[in-house]
């Protein structure tokens, strides 16, 4: 039995290893830290959900990259802005639904 000697790739790793300006593929990355193929998937959506790294199409291949200063938001506050914004859509939702059943009870008494 042979034990080998594997890492973890952690995203630190993959910051650090990666160009700011410069598109990757996946298969492009995961050469460059050495991991392999689900490993690197796993790392690149953690990366991509903080946005630390950005992901598009380029023909059939999707790429990554870090994003340079001006593609990154001015500040979180839009961001939470726009998550409130959102909740509060989903709130006033579950309102008009929940008014609706309370109206429609048998022995139309509303609370």
Known sequence: MTITNQRLLTQGIVLARMTSGTRYSLHQLARLVGAGMPTMQRVLAECIVRG????????????????????????????????????????????????????????????
Do not use: H
């Open 52 to 111: 630390v790294v950005k992901k598009s199409i380029a023909g059939k291949r999707d790429v990554y990259w870090l994003p340079a200063a001006d593609e990154l938001p001015s500040s979180q506050g839009g961001r939470s802005a726009s998550l409130r914004e959102t909740m509060q859509a989903y709130d006033a939702g579950n309102c008009r639904f929940r008014d609706l059943c309370l109206a429609t009870r048998t022995g139309g008494k509303t609370i």
